[in-house]
């Protein structure tokens, strides 16, 4: 193993900087190698500084991504820590997702200002969220809740529902754990009820194609069974042209060799839904992914997709 100091890069926040951790934790025991042979590197991403609006309205979630991917490009990082839910499904030409951690909890919580459970939130109560997904699905349950945007990372989101911007929001359980503060959600949402963001809880590792160096140190700690289902749902997001912009939900599960895939896209008012379910072979991941995506586009019409515009 070349002794040059591995820079793995990361956005800024707790969140971010915990998961880069996890992942240089893992590298040093799989390759014998001390901490100091690795560096984080933070970057500042677009997605970081814009706060004013929507994702939606402010380019999708290839700007959480971008900044960083120059910086693999041009040299300064050996490879980046992401979300998978914040990866666009088309990657700049050069870089690939190389591994996925095993995947965490897929669950997403309510966090309540006063009140517990989503359910028994008064009628026209500000529910604050960043996500156009936790928007419609909120709204598909209850249609007369005031949902707005709450961007901003754990902690500012925390705050914001403390001064009261809000009665409620929801977060992701997998980003509390790793953040050491599950104990803050006060209600576990139901995945048939309220399914999670394709790439949920899994953690991806993006890397330059053909990097003789970082590629086989990236691999020994690939998750397989989380790969394959990554690799699904992926494909499922790219049949639809998900991003920011689309409120779709879905979740693959490997069981042995088979694999279960569940998939929902609704308007982003929650009125309207189309579901999907599907299973095959783990090794036909992505053929089952695409395929889904492409009857549920089939089934829900053009006349659906006009509304995500």
Do not use: Y
Request: proline content about 4%; some cysteine; overall charge negative.
């Amino acid at each position: 193993m070349q002794t040059d100091v591995v820079k793995i890069g990361t956005r800024g926040s707790a969140l971010a900087v915990a998961q880069a951790a996890e992942v240089r934790a893992r590298l040093m025991a799989a390759h014998g190698l001390p901490e100091e042979a690795f560096e984080i590197v933070v970057i500042s991403t677009s997605g970081d500084r814009i706060q004013d609006r929507p994702l939606s309205q402010a380019g999708g979630k290839g700007l959480f991504t971008k900044e960083i991917e120059e910086a693999m490009l041009d040299g300064r990082i050996d490879l980046a820590v992401h979300s998978s839910k914040d990866m666009p499904t088309v990657l700049p030409g050069g870089l690939e997702i190389s591994a996925f951690l095993e995947r965490e909890d897929v669950r997403d919580v309510f966090i309540g200002r006063s009140i517990a459970k989503l359910e028994d939130l008064p009628r026209g109560a500000k529910l604050g969220t960043s996500s156009l997904r936790r928007q419609a699905l909120v709204l598909r349950l209850r249609p007369d809740l005031d949902v707005g945007m709450f961007r901003g990372n754990v902690q500012t989101r925390l705050r914001k529902l403390e001064e009261g911007v809000a009665e409620g929001t929801l977060l992701a359980l997998a980003g509390l754990n790793r953040l050491g503060m599950p104990h803050i959600a006060t209600e576990v949402m139901d995945p048939e009820r309220f399914p999670p963001a394709l790439g949920q809880g899994a953690i991806c590792i993006e890397s330059r194609i053909g990097d003789a160096r970082i590629g086989p140190m990236i691999a020994a700690i690939h998750h397989v069974e989380t790969g394959d289902a990554l690799l699904c749902e992926r494909a499922f997001l790219g049949a639809l042209d998900g991003s920011c912009r689309t409120p779709i939900a879905g979740l693959a599960r490997i069981e042995g060799e088979r694999l279960r895939f569940s998939g929902l896209i609704l308007t982003p008012d929650g009125r309207e839904t189309h579901e999907i379910a599907t299973e095959g072979l783990a090794a036909d991941a992505v053929r089952l992914g695409a395929d889904a995506g492409a009857e549920i586009r089939e089934k829900a019409g053009t006349r659906f997709f006009d509304s995500w515009q």
